[in-house]
């Protein structure tokens, strides 16, 4: 059997999340054929979707989330008509209250509750309540109750977490999975806006980001903007026409902020050719472009609508052509020719294989993979294979770091932790500056190997592999682990350091930390 | 893991409150100056916001016309319920900010409204580029123009405390001139001889995590003792407190830095941003007890201090369609330190009608921020025009170093 060892670290590294432990044979799999090992996942039918049992829809998560705020606004309603003394009236909550029909705006602040800046507070508690047992502590101690009861807002984050953990332990190479993530970081929101983004963190990349990781660019990014998720992310339900129905009538307007970020961010990228004009005519193109609300006056609640009544009439022009479709029609038929647009075709081939390869990626390779990008009319999966076919791919140095995410997984990989609870995963990421589904703005996480290499995070992932090692050492022989993690393409000095260290555990922290398992 | 869950669960909450809104990191090594005649010491802080502040909300020209129409609904008043502290008979500072306003009056304080970077676009990431690059455009990330300043010292003992929080450096004080980062956790520590073979090992394999790895090392010695203790709660608001609140206390020390940086995030008000109370209001009033905690943290050291507060851009004079504003052009940058030649309002006030807007829709900057920053550091450091037009700045020498803004 041919052995390549240096391939396989890249195949297992670059493009998976690491070697499995135990009798996976990854390693040994990946250095008999490096590009099939990590090809073999392309060819799954339905890879890409999570799909368990438990995990609800949008719309039933958004149904969820209003009865939740609901039924505690009738409870802060009945404590304040019991304050008020008078004992003789029946209190407030004993019939639901007719209340008059809510604009969207107000629902938004409902839904955000009061403050949409100052929800982290909340957000950190339910980050907190999922840390029910330590960083990384081994699930064979059991979890600690949680001081209270989780919320339905705590739970399902906690499940969609989850479902999503396990899939990458258990992935055979972890392709689809990082595209997965490369993705849903490209189109990210953040579980921070308020409680309808944290329930629908999950729900968001199953729906929107999942079906098309290797499908077309174009369905993804359609998906994406009229996902409830993300119009709620970036404020596109509170955004009214100018002279639309609605707008006139409440003298409110546009929001160009989700607009803004489809042309920065999601597409054309900064210098793509835009103007300023373009991003406000694109504003005005998505407005009605919202998500039904608790009462569902304009469709299933929490599911997308477009609001004819908030959608701005008339022909707009949007990088220098008129689009004259009436509805929703408009605003598809704009997204479907910014899918297409050479500035895509660069911005994405750039960050695909910034992600992968380099922080400098070989402009070979970037030319090739957007020359697949643009030939294929935007199909992921050609993409994907592109750059594992590409030579570049392959001969550049393992220059890149991997990510708190990656680093984790595949600590858990090859220890063979299956995960019960996120939450040592959730607090391991919360401590290394990557805390899941909530980066600190719409660009997403940083893509570089400086961002991730901080001498703080370093040393943190040090405390974090020293800490898992005291705990699971002793079931493992650090040497084998070695073997399994890069047998030959283990550098002689790492080799030795493990070989010395004073004690199992030091070893086996050392061997998490070596350039072998931290860098790709 | 040994210690208890209350104490881990604070730590997780506090670590993700703070990476949800502030940083702070420094530089390594103590200036050495040749003012032992007048014993001066003196300290610089930069506090770069993120998201883009509405300087139009925060420092508001309620006696140009046309600022109550433009900012319709979060427009702030001289008078009534939550009025606006007047700083002079046209310009009110947002209720939300009393210790400024006290500075203010106290002379160590002013404001310099209608300014910009030379950043024309409205991006965050490449308006955040330039802001803290230094250069006068975006896509210049290697390095920011706090540690190319630092570059330009005379470079003293290194410093025996520092404190970052945020497993990143802020790209403002990115570059060659090491920096020191530092953030709090209750994780048990790996022991000292597993990361000095670590250390050896990266040594001979990887020289970039070696480095990185001895930064980590010793910045979390000089942490410990220090009594930053977690607390659970509070938003992005309390962790811009506290994260003041640990980098003074670091730099009021005889051997602690005194050049340093922190960002806060979060001021992108697209929607609801507030008028005299509110989203807005709030952050506000998490900067204003950051500065505060700055005064009483560094003590005696207040006197020779200067905090230039900057954002990347600024927002919309009109307010969008959801009572917030998008993303404009001119802005403020606040100062704030015992050494600030304050008690002023620091404006060439370009006008808001429609014809005097950036576009006919931002508030037009009429200075430029380099020059402020550049005075600055003139003044505080004795940095050269030529260096700061040429290095720190680079290209921009036609904004000169504004003068008069220390003591």
Redesign the interface.
């Known amino acids: 059997m041919a052995r390549d060892s240096q391939a396989a670290l890249i195949a297992l590294n670059r493009f998976g999340f690491g070697a499995r432990g135990g009798a996976s044979g990854d390693f040994i799999n990946a250095a008999s054929d490096p590009r099939g090992f990590v090809l073999a996942e392309l060819a799954r039918p339905n890879g890409a979707l999570l799909e368990v049992p438990g995990l609800l829809s949008t719309p039933e998560l958004g149904k969820q989330v209003f009865d939740y705020q609901f039924e505690i606004q009738q409870a802060r309603n009945a404590a304040k008509a019991a304050q008020q003394g008078a004992s003789e009236t029946p209190p407030q909550d004993a019939k639901p209250q007719p209340r008059r029909n809510l604009s969207l ?1 107000t629902a ?2 409902e839904i955000a509750g009061r ?4 929800q ?2 909340a ?3 339910a ?3 999922m ?5 990384m ?1 081994p699930s064979v101690n059991p979890p ?1 109750p949680p001081a209270q009861p989780l919320n339905i807002i705590q739970k399902t984050f906690r499940a969609e977490a989850l479902a999503r953990l396990q899939r990458g332990v258990v992935a055979d190479c972890g392709f689809v999975e990082r595209l997965v993530v490369f993705w849903s970081n490209h189109f990210c929101i953040s579980a ?1 806006k308020g409680a309808l983004a944290r329930m629908w963190a999950g729900s968001f990349e199953r729906e929107a980001i999942r079906p098309h990781v290797l499908g077309r660019f174009g369905d993804m990014l359609k998906a994406v903007e009229q996902h409830p998720a993300m119009l709620f992310f970036l ?1 596109n339900q ?3 026409g ?1 002279e639309s129905r609605a ?1 006139i009538n409440r003298n ?6 989700l607009a ?1 970020e489809i042309m ?1 961010l999601h597409t054309l990228g ?1 210098g793509g050719g835009y103007t ?1 004009d373009d ?1 406000t005519a694109l504003a005005r193109v998505i407005t009605g472009w919202t998500f039904a609300g608790r009462r569902g006056q304009l469709g299933t609640p929490g599911s997308f609508v477009f609001n004819a009544n908030a959608h701005q009439p008339g022909p707009q022009q949007v990088l220098g052509k008129t689009y004259a479709q009436a509805g929703v029609a408009q605003g598809e038929a704009v997204l479907s020719d910014i899918a297409r647009h050479p500035s895509t075709a660069k911005f994405i081939a750039t960050k695909f294989a910034r992600h992968f390869v380099a922080d400098d990626p070989p402009p070979a390779l970037v030319a090739k993979l957007q020359d697949t990008f643009t030939r294929t009319d935007g199909d992921l999966r050609a993409l994907a294979t592109a750059l594992v076919q590409s030579n570049e791919a392959w001969q550049a140095p393992l220059t890149k770091m991997r990510s708190p995410y990656e680093f984790l997984l595949a600590s858990g990989r090859l220890l063979a932790r299956n995960p019960e609870d996120p939450g040592r995963y959730l ?1 391991g990421l ?4 990557q ?1 899941l589904w ?1 980066p ?2 719409p ?1 997403g996480f ?1 893509d570089t ?12 992932r ?6 898992l090692a005291s705990q699971l050492a002793d079931r493992f022989d650090p040497r084998d682990l070695l073997e399994l993690v890069a047998a030959d393409a283990a ?1 002689p ?2 080799r030795r ?1 493990i070989e010395r ?2 004690s199992r555990q ?1 070893a086996l ?2 061997l998490l ?3 072998e398992f ?2 790709r | ?1 040994d ?1 208890s ?1 209350s104490l ?3 730590a ?2 506090r ?3 703070l ?3 502030a940083s702070f990191a420094a530089w390594a090594y103590l200036p050495k100056f040749a003012r032992a005649a007048d014993g001066r010491d003196p300290r610089f802080v930069t506090i770069i916001l ?2 883009a502040l509405d300087g139009l909300a925060t420092v508001a020209p309620i006696g140009d016309p046309d600022y109550a129409g433009l900012h319709g609904a979060i427009a702030l008043r001289s008078d009534g319920p939550n009025a606006a502290v007047m700083l002079d008979p046209f310009f009110g500072l947002h209720p939300a900010m009393p210790e400024f306003a006290r500075m203010y009056r106290a002379k160590q304080a002013a404001v310099v409204h209608a300014v910009a970077t030379s950043y024309r ?6 308006g955040q580029d330039v802001l803290e690059s230094g250069f006068p455009g ?1 896509g210049r990330v290697q390095s920011g123009w706090l540690n190319r300043a630092l570059e330009a010292l005379p470079k003293g003992e290194r410093v025996t405390s520092a404190l ?1 929080v ?4 802020p790209l403002v004080l990115r570059g060659a001139a090491p920096t ?4 709090p ?1 209750a ?5 000292d ?3 000095m ?2 250390l ?3 040594q ?3 020289p ?2 070696a480095s ?6 010793q ?2 010695k000089q942490a410990q003792g220090d009594e930053m203790k977690p607390k ?6 309390a962790a811009m407190r506290l994260v003041a609140r640990g980098a003074a206390k670091l730099m009021a020390a005889d051997d602690g830095p005194r050049i340093g940086a922190l960002a806060f ?2 001021w ?5 941003e ?1 008028g005299p109370v ?2 807005l209001a ?2 506000l009033g998490g900067l204003d007890g950051a500065l505060a905690e700055f005064q009483s943290g560094l003590g005696a050291r207040w006197r020779d201090t200067v905090i230039v507060v900057a954002t990347e851009f600024g927002r919309t004079a009109r307010i ?5 504003t ?2 404009g052009t001119g802005t403020i940058a606040l100062l704030a330190g015992g050494a600030v030649n304050g008690g002023r309002m620091i404006t060439d006030w370009p006008g808001l009608k429609v014809a005097n807007l950036y ?1 006919a ?1 931002d508030l037009a900057p009429t200075t430029d921020l380099r020059a402020v920053i550049k005075g600055v550091l003139h003044d505080q450091f004795g940095l050269g025009e030529r260096v700061l037009a040429e290095t720190v700045f680079p290209d921009s020498a036609p904004a000169k170093p504004m003068k008069g803004l220390v003591v």
């Open positions: 705006s938004a602040k403050d949409p800046a100052m982290p507070q957000a950190d508690g980050n907190a309540a840390s029910s047992s330590a960083t502590q600690k921070n404020d509170q955004s009214l100018p707008g409110r307007g546009l929001n160009e902020n803004r920065e900064v300023q991003v607090n919360n401590l290394l500056g805390p909530s600190a703005g660009n940083p190997a400086a961002a991730w290499a901080a001498p703080e995070g370093i040393k943190l040090l405390d974090i592999s020293a800490q550098a000095e790492t350091t260290a004073e030091q922290a050392l930390m070596s350039p931290q860098r | 893991m210690c869950e881990t669960m604070q997780t909450s670590r993700a409150l990476l949800g809104g993120r998201g676009d409205r991006s965050h990431f490449d975006p970052a945020g497993p990143t450096t020191v980062g530092w953030a956790t994780l048990p520590q790996a022991a001889d597993t990361a073979r670590l050896d090992l990266y001979h394999r990887d970039t995590l990185a790895l001895t930064q980590g090392l910045l979390e659970p709660g509070g938003g992005g608001v995030d979060g992108d008000t697209h929607a609801n507030g509110g989203r709030q952050l969008n369609g959801t009572e917030g998008d993303h576009q829709r």
